[in-house]
């Protein structure tokens, strides 16, 4: 079993050293871990009200640190990965920084719909001021251009802005199947993501019903529990396998030098 979304204390809101993520990810028999952490905002000339990423002259230093316990990994395969926050505009920026580096695989994730972080826990009040519905298209047309960059391996927990448990009164589906449909094209990974079983929501990015779609529609995926401490290495993960199965997924995608292969469930 795999988990590619794994944190470091550098980005300011995870604990714990890398090889205590190694420690747990053995403890759960994984076979394979990534770390990805957070993309220095800084150098895509974006400045939070919170400090959520790492600075840019830690790059350096986490990439030697996972590349020397990828080469160094026993009963765990560790990979290199990295999570980039999709700012639009930036796109140019992105593709020149992200060919400077030797990842494995780059999640392309939404945190912030203009200086909003809307999955920080300090704003999750401004939702209550929000029209739901409008938010919700203005957040998956962004992810549709995640998707559309074609800078990305995976797309980081989709359905995120559902965090706090706020959603809207009209059917979205159709929306929604977009962007299933535009996974497939461009080749785009879903991300089975298990921490939101954690959040306010109480439940998986996607939820089984976006899942079931994506599968219909071709879309490779992949799994991640979005450890932000190692004893949250691998959470939830046997009801995640069974959730995938039972939508009709037989395989998980791995990723070596940004190339894909498949692994069996």
């Known amino acids: 079993?795999?988990?590619y979304h794994l944190h470091t204390a550098r980005c300011c809101h995870a604990t714990g050293a890398l090889d205590q993520y190694v420690a747990e990810a053995e403890k759960k028999k994984l076979a394979e871990i990534g770390f990805a952490d957070h993309f220095p905002l800084a150098l895509l000339g974006f400045a939070p009200r919170n400090q959520v990423t790492m600075n840019p002259g830690e790059l350096d230093?986490?990439?030697?640190?996972?590349h020397a316990l990828k080469k160094s990994s026993g009963p765990v395969k560790v990979k290199v990965g990295i999570e980039v926050d999709y700012l639009p505009g930036t796109e140019e920026r992105v593709a020149e920084l992200l060919g400077q580096w030797n990842f494995d695989y780059v999640i392309g994730s939404i945190h912030f719909l203009g200086d909003w972080d809307f999955t920080h826990?300090?704003?999750?009040?401004?939702?209550k001021n929000k029209d739901m519905a409008?938010?919700?298209r203005r957040y998956y047309a962004l992810v549709n251009r995640v998707c559309e960059c074609r800078l990305f391996d995976i797309i980081g927990h989709i359905d995120v802005v559902k965090k706090f448990g706020y959603?809207?009164?009209?059917?979205?589906?159709?929306?929604?199947?977009?962007?299933?449909r535009l996974?497939?094209?461009?080749?785009?990974?879903?991300?089975?993501?298990t921490a939101g079983r954690d959040a306010p929501v109480g439940e998986f990015y996607p939820d089984r019903q976006f899942l079931?779609?994506?599968?219909?529609?071709g879309v490779e995926v992949t799994l991640g529990s979005d450890a932000h401490a190692p004893d949250q290495v691998g959470r939830y993960f046997p009801e995640a396998i069974e959730l995938l199965k039972k939508t009709g997924y037989q395989e998980l995608t791995v990723f070596e030098?940004?190339?894909k292969s498949k692994q069996p469930l």
Do not use: F, W
């Open 167 to 180: 959603r809207p009164q009209e059917d979205l589906e159709a929306i929604r199947l977009e962007t299933a």
């Open 134 to 136: 409008a938010l919700y």
């Open 61 to 66: 230093e986490y990439m030697e640190q996972v």
């Open 1 to 3: 079993m795999i988990d």
């Open 212 to 217: 079931a779609m994506c599968r219909s529609e």
């Open 121 to 127: 826990p300090v704003y999750a009040d401004d939702y």
């Open 257 to 259: 030098g940004r190339k």
């Open 183 to 193: 996974l497939h094209k461009t080749g785009t990974c879903l991300e089975l993501n």
